[in-house]
């Protein structure tokens, strides 16, 4: 499949770490749930009425500039690997890439704006930005839901907004969600107290593949629960200063571990590297906390390298199972991806001198 | 201390992984337990005869010519950690060290030979020898024996043989012992059946540091229990029958490993050599083990490296605590230790690459 191999190649854009606050907050995202008037919800749309929604949305996204240049791939000429490689790009959800059936995915070619089509809902349009950057999130996902909606009318209800096939998304149907790079708040244990905080405001915490996902490796995706009652920007101004928040606690955790913890907080992050220049054999799990605490050693001066915090970003993506896989041009079992993931690694940290 | 000082830049001569076998044995040692006729057991000894004893055996073991040009040292004349460090250096036992009184060592320059003066016996004479070579260690301390008994009566009963402090020790007052490094019989999980062979047989099993100390790093001190009723020549040759079999055994989990378990063998050598050269703390436990499968990686030629057997035979020593303090010159507590540990570590292995 030439336009997912093309994307093997390319640099997620939103994770040029090049955004406000990209110390800690690795990328913003945000998505609306749209569905069709003239349609039934998903779960009674018969696959003659699927493959008519998918036909009809490939002719609408078209239209829209914010998607200029994008791919439409209709799930049915994808492998299975193929929507693996989409879902961990955050292209497509979970639930998106294990199951069958007319799908597709409009994706545009620096991969910062992507519409589902057929998910839970009709539509999922979504906009990733690098570091904490909801308002420009924000603005282009506004203007290519208004772009949509001018070639396709939206199931809405005046008093209750837009409707949608879970409850939970009526309204608004946004989630705005954030995610966060918290190795210090881990390494001091206060992770825990800023999580429980985090849900007396009503935010979700999940891990770095959305609904269901533990954190791992020290990263965290915050994002708003409620879509009703409130106005979009009061939703995203909430969830932004929240995570304002958490930013400043985890540069000051940062700061004690440099500090006040010196020689026990080094040994960690150089054992990290040790660790991850060293191994033949690495699970997905052991290597996502190592670059971790990399990554934080790098970002605190601590690690000298040419290394890019965006070349340890794509780094992160590059060992996932489908990644791997599709690098090595080739099906690898859990076993062989373990090895081919300490190979990429060793690699890549080439020029990170120990 | 002059003397001291002298050794700490000086190669232990038993250390030099020239001798038979010695990708498997470190070192061979025997020691006789000898004591005077003309003086009680130490327990009974007033201060006065210890100083007596301690005067008269620098006469009598200045006329040795396998002493020759040794140095007679003085408890009285060392720091404490002056006798930790000839601790760690095999030239004086542990109670020895510990110890306060009139007690004394003479030990040759290369440290191959000392005579333990009030240790548990009046006299401790034993010799080490590179790999296994009894035979040639049984040479020496029978001479140097001799040349002793031409000087000083022994306590001998023509019934029991040589009297000892200890009744284990009468009759031949000969401990042989063998140091073993078997990283693959303990990686293979072999060891313990090894060891419970060993103990059907009446040999002893100890650590690095004989009596009460565990085995660290994989290595294992073997020596026989039984002094009375047999030859030396025959606990000698039975010791080393049973330890050329360990030899095989060992021998034969390195090729298992090497062949039937590669992949994982090999990453946890990498791992160990990745950590040993990024650690910023290191207790000595943990560098001894990561130091033993190093070695067993260079050994099988894993890791290719200019540094020899004997480099990293005496890296094992440099890194125990009073070496460490011998080298920095300063006394260093045990965090600090830690510290300096991982930091002489990474120095000598400059040289070995990932």
Redesign the interface.
Known sequence: MNVIDAFVKKNVEWLRATGPDSDVVVSSRLRLARNLKDFPFLQKLVPSQQEQIVELMRGVLEKSTVLKKSHYLRYNDLTELDRQFLLERHLISREHASEKGHKAVAVTPDEQVSVMVLEEDHLRLQVFQSGLNLTESWRVVNQLDTEIEKNAEFSFSPTLGYLTACPTNVGTGLRASCMLHLPSLVLTKQVHKVLQALAKLNLAARGLYGEGTQATGNFFQFSNQMTLGQQEEEIIDNLASVIRQVVDQEREARGFLGEKRK??F??QI??S?????????ISSSEATQLLSLLQLGILMGLVKSNLTHQDLNALFLLIQPAHLQKISAKTLNS?ERD?RR?DLI?EKLTQVN?
Chains 1, 2 share one sequence.
């Open positions: 020689a026990k080094e040994d150089w054992r590297l040790g660790t991850l220049k060293s191994a033949r054999v076993t090895v300490a060793r120990l």
